[in-house]
């Protein structure tokens, strides 16, 4: 049973940057059939896509966080991460990553709630 | 981008009813299509991908059906635990989206 386990601050002060990290157990992150993806709800309301990374660092981003946004790869550590930078309120939101197999998003971590406020 | 409409936003049903809901791509994304399913504080689980594939472990009161750009996600046999919100999602191409979200409730 392959584990993902989302870590980071929880609190980001407005115009800073949210990292997040994301580390996979059971499983390994090298494995060049998987993306590992990040995604996010804000309270209340739909799955945004933020974006994705494979293990040989390739990477895709949803164009509505118009160049925000940075995912990158360890695969010493066994886990992936998230910059989100110049934060607003608006980027208040459950933040989960999740594995994509074969065209699915097939694992999820539990999530881990940023919240952006002074 | 591919927009992802699903309907109704919100169902109640009863224990032991059927129930659909219904997933329409703005283009054609063949079966690219999976179905999740979320409870209140949980992370979205997988049900059904390839549009009708059923994911290990996912009771067979779950069906997925269509392709090109209308799906539908039927619930058979409803049961208490089947209260959730229900997201589909498409895979054809990036940026990956979701649709908007089910509400089922169970009177």
């Known amino acids: 049973q392959v584990q993902l386990q989302e870590s980071g601050p929880g609190l980001v002060t407005p115009s800073q940057t949210l990292s997040l990290t994301c580390s996979v157990s059971?499983?390994?992150?090298?494995?060049?059939?998987?993306?590992w993806n990040w995604i996010r709800q804000p309270a209340g309301r739909g799955l945004e896509w933020i974006g994705r990374?494979?293990?040989?660092?390739?990477?895709n981003y949803n164009p509505s966080l118009k160049g925000r946004v940075s995912i990158s790869i360890d695969t010493s550590e066994n886990q992936f991460s998230l910059r989100l930078i110049s934060v607003t309120a608006a980027d208040t939101a459950l933040y989960y990553c999740?594995?994509?197999?074969?065209?699915?998003?097939?694992?999820w971590g539990q999530g881990r709630l940023v919240t952006v406020s002074s | 981008d591919i927009q992802v409409t699903q309907s109704p936003s919100s169902l109640s049903a009863s224990v032991g009813d059927r129930v659909s809901i219904t997933c329409r791509a703005s283009?054609?994304?063949?079966?690219?299509l999976n179905w999740y399913q979320q409870k209140p504080g949980k992370a979205p689980r997988l049900l059904i991908y390839?549009?009708?594939t059923l994911q290990s472990g996912v009771p067979s009161r779950f069906a997925g059906g269509g392709s090109g750009t209308d799906f539908s996600l039927n619930v058979s046999d409803l049961q208490p635990e089947d209260r959730a919100t229900y997201y589909c999602?498409?895979?054809?191409?990036?940026?990956?989206?979701f649709g908007q979200g089910t509400r089922l409730e169970i009177k």
């Open positions: 999740a594995r994509h197999k074969s065209a699915r998003l097939d694992y």
């Open positions: 059971t499983d390994s992150i090298n494995n060049g059939s998987y993306y």
């Open positions: 990374i494979s293990s040989s660092g390739s990477t």
């Open positions: 283009q054609n994304i063949t079966s690219y």
């Open positions: 390839a549009a009708f």
């Open positions: 999602q498409q895979s054809f191409t990036s940026p990956i989206t």
